[in-house]
C-alpha cells in the first residue's frame, strides 16, 4: 500500500486531523454538525496518545451508518427531567453527538442545582469516556462519565463473557497545576492490547485472560472465540462495572449484560448501550479559589513523595496533557492500524488526496 508506506514517513497536526475527520464523515452521509463534534470527540483521544479510542473507529461507525444500525440525521429526546437529573433517549443518533448533549445538559443543571446526574439509553459507542469528563472542567466542575459495553469480561467465579469493559472516568480542575484526569476500563486490559499480543503470537505479560474453562492464562492464541477477560483488581473491578452498569443501562433502561450488542461486529442488531454522566459544581459547596489550591497542594505534595528510583511521579491524566501539547507542537505520528483504518476511510468516501494533503 503506497499511500501507507508515505504516511508511515509522516506526521500530521491534530486540526488537521480533526478538520479531515470532519469532512469524510461529512462525504459518508453525516450531517456537518455532527460531523465535526464527532471528530473533535475522536481526534482528542489521539491528542493524547490514546489511538484506540480515536480516528481509527470512525470507519466502523460510518458502516453503522450504512447498515442502519446508527441513524445519521436523528438527534436524542429527553423522556425524563427535573432540576438535577435527566434521561435521554438517544434515538439511536450519532453516539459521540449523544454524549456530549447528555454532559452539556449535567453541566448546566449542576450550574443550578450543584450536581446533576443525565443518562441515556438506546445509544452505541462513545469512543474515550475521558472526553465528555474533561467538558466540565472549563467550568470549574468535576465531571464523571461512563458507558456500559457487550460482553468481553468474566466475573470471579465464572469462566466466559458476562459483563462489559464498562470504562469510566473522572475530571478534576486545580489551579496552576493540570487538572487530574483518569480513563479506564473495569477490566484488566483493554481488548486491543490482547489483540496486538495474539497477532505475532506472543505471550501475554501477565494473566489478563480465562480460558474457556474459566482458569487465567498468558495464551491469547484463542481469543477472542474463547475465553473473557478479567476484570481490573479482580472483584475490586467487577464491583465497580455493576456500578457502572447499573448507572448507565439500569436507570436510564438501556439494555445490559447480554443484551448490549457489539458496535463493532458486523450484525444487523441494534446496540442499545447505556451512558451516565455527572457533574459536580465545586463552586456551589467550597470557595472555588480554596477548593483548587488545595488541589494544587495534593498534587505538589503526590509529585515530590519519596521515589524508588530516579522515575518520576505522574499524577492521573498527566501523561494525555503532555502528549497533546507535544502533539499541538510537533504533530503526531499515528500508528500503522490507525493509519490503514484511515486510509479505507479515505477509500470509501473519495477522499485520498485529502487525507494525504494533511500529512507533512
Request: proline share 7%.
Amino acid at each position: 500500500m503506497a499511500l501507507l508506506d508515505d504516511l508511515l514517513q509522516k506526521r500530521v497536526f491534530p486540526v488537521e486531523l480533526e478538520r479531515y475527520c470532519t469532512y469524510a464523515m461529512e462525504q459518508a452521509g453525516l450531517p456537518r454538525d455532527a460531523a465535526a463534534v464527532s471528530a473533535r470527540v475522536l481526534t482528542t483521544a489521539d491528542r493524547w496518545g490514546i489511538h484506540t479510542q480515536g480516528a481509527r473507529q470512525i470507519r466502523q461507525l460510518m458502516k453503522n451508518i450504512r447498515d442502519g444500525r446508527i441513524d445519521a440525521t436523528a438527534r436524542a429526546g429527553v423522556t425524563a427531567a427535573g432540576p438535577a437529573i435527566a434521561i435521554l433517549d438517544g434515538n439511536r443518533a450519532m453516539p459521540l453527538v449523544t454524549a456530549c448533549t447528555a454532559m452539556e445538559s449535567a453541566i448546566r443543571k449542576a450550574g443550578e442545582a450543584g450536581i446533576a446526574y443525565v443518562g441515556v439509553k438506546r445509544s452505541s459507542h462513545i469512543g474515550a469516556a475521558g472526553y465528555y469528563a474533561t467538558m466540565a472542567l472549563p467550568h470549574d466542575m468535576i465531571g464523571i462519565a461512563m458507558t456500559n459495553t457487550d460482553p468481553w469480561m468474566t466475573v470471579p467465579g465464572g469462566k466466559g463473557p458476562i459483563m462489559g469493559t464498562n470504562p469510566i472516568a473522572y475530571a478534576i480542575p486545580a489551579g496552576s497545576e493540570r487538572p487530574v484526569f483518569l480513563d479506564i476500563a473495569t477490566s484488566s486490559v483493554a481488548v486491543t492490547k490482547i489483540l496486538a499480543a495474539k497477532a505475532p503470537g506472543k505471550r501475554l505479560p501477565e494473566k489478563w485472560l480465562v480460558d474457556d474453562a474459566g482458569r487465567p492464562t498468558d495464551d491469547p492464541a484463542n481469543y477472542p472465540a474463547q475465553g473473557a477477560l478479567l476484570p481490573m483488581a479482580g472483584h475490586k473491578g467487577y464491583g465497580l462495572a455493576v456500578l457502572v452498569e447499573t448507572l448507565t443501562a439500569m436507570i436510564p433502561g438501556a439494555a445490559f449484560l447480554s443484551g448490549v450488542k457489539c458496535w463493532a461486529f458486523d450484525i444487523p442488531d441494534k446496540t442499545n448501550q447505556g451512558h451516565a454522566f455527572l457533574a459536580i459544581n465545586v463552586g456551589a459547596m467550597t470557595p472555588l479559589v480554596e477548593f483548587k489550591a488545595r488541589m494544587d497542594a495534593m498534587i505538589r505534595e503526590i509529585k515530590a513523595a519519596p521515589k524508588a528510583g530516579d522515575g518520576r511521579i505522574y499524577l492521573p491524566g498527566e501523561m494525555e496533557w503532555e502528549r497533546q501539547e507535544r502533539a499541538r507542537r510537533d504533530g503526531i505520528a499515528l500508528p500503522v492500524y490507525v493509519l490503514v483504518n484511515l486510509i479505507r476511510l479515505a477509500e470509501d468516501t473519495g477522499t485520498p488526496e485529502s487525507l494525504a494533503a494533511i500529512f507533512h
